[in-house]
């Protein structure tokens, strides 16, 4: 079968740094995608790993390591803004597959 | 940029009722998909589509099903509403896979059924 682990729940301070574990279960991987919600709205795509290693993209990293099937959402300079939920989402190989998402992972920032 | 509308951001129906729900993405995207979301369960596939007249079951379809007739509208169809649908459901749309993997997803439509 196939399926994803992150958190449910993770709470972190305005400014710090914060990481969202994700560990997948699956044949056919591809890449790991991340997306954003916050409340009320649209998931919103973040960042995507094919390769080994690490993706930055400003305040937000991701990385992956398929040895491991294990990837991560690194958020600095943590603002309040940032609480959200985080889903990842597995890509798989050939055809029109579509994503796979796992249940998310609600951030909340704290004064 | 790209943009996924959705006809209704809340809808209030009654048990046993046909209800529609319209996607229409302006990007001439191939893929399209509907989800729920429910809490604590994630975003669940019910149904997507590749191209024009062409659909695939997701992971929970019972009691739902698609139409597209034009390749930027994708409707999804509750067939006689059950209050175990109430849900939030999100359509997206993407790009052949192998030229892009991200998703674009609408606002959502927030239904109740009563």
């Known amino acids: 079968g196939q399926s994803l682990e992150q958190p449910s729940e993770v709470t972190a301070v305005e400014g710090a740094i914060v990481q969202i574990n994700c560990t997948y279960q699956?044949?056919?991987?591809?890449?790991l995608s991340w997306y954003q919600q916050h409340d009320g709205g649209a998931p919103t795509f973040l960042s995507y790993?094919?390769?080994?290693g690490l993706e930055e993209t400003g305040r937000f990293s991701s990385f992956l390591s398929r040895s491991d099937s294990y990837g991560y959402l690194l958020l600095q300079e943590l603002q309040m803004k940032d609480s959200a939920s985080y889903f990842c989402?597995?890509?798989?190989?050939?055809?029109?597959?579509?994503?796979?998402f796992g249940k998310g992972t609600r951030l909340s920032v704290i004064a | 940029d790209v943009k996924v509308t959705q006809s209704s951001r809340y809808l209030v129906k009654r048990t046993g009722e046909k209800v529609f729900l319209e996607c229409v993405q302006d990007?001439?995207?191939?893929?399209m998909f509907w989800y729920r979301q429910d809490p604590g369960l994630g975003l669940r596939l019910i149904y997507f589509?590749?191209?024009?007249?062409?659909?695939e079951k997701g992971d929970i379809p019972e009691g739902y099903s698609v139409s597209r007739e034009k390749k930027e509208r994708f409707s999804l169809i509750l067939e006689s509403a059950s209050t175990n649908q109430t849900s939030m459901y999100l359509c997206?749309?993407?790009?052949?896979?192998?030229?892009?993997?991200?998703?674009?997803f609408g606002p959502g439509t927030r239904l109740l059924v009563l």
């Open positions: 997206a749309s993407s790009l052949r896979p192998g030229v892009e993997k991200t998703q674009y």
């Open positions: 699956t044949s056919g991987f591809y890449g």
């Open positions: 790993n094919a390769l080994d």
């Open positions: 989402a597995f890509v798989m190989m050939g055809g029109n597959t579509p994503l796979v």
């Open positions: 990007m001439d995207h191939e893929n």
């Open positions: 589509s590749y191209d024009v007249k062409m659909k």
